[in-house]
């Protein structure tokens, strides 16, 4: 699911990069975490769509993504 929260919620959000980003490279991923959701974007487009994932999905992509 791809959502846009308000203006207000994005500047409390604590947005942290992958460790695996760089700052030249092509793919950057940051997360952010909100009561039973956790948001993922394009680090490139900080006011563009997110992903809003589930606690479980997320331990679930992680996981997959770690193997």
Request: charged share 15%; net charge negative.
């Amino acid at each position: 699911m791809s959502i846009k929260p308000s203006a207000d919620a994005l500047s409390a959000l604590a947005w942290v990069k992958s460790s695996y980003s760089t700052n030249d490279g092509p793919n950057c991923v940051e997360v952010a975490h909100l009561p039973g959701t956790v948001l993922v974007r394009d680090s490139k487009i900080a006011d563009g769509d997110r992903l809003a994932l589930s606690p479980a999905a997320w331990a679930g992509f992680v996981a997959h993504a770690a193997a």
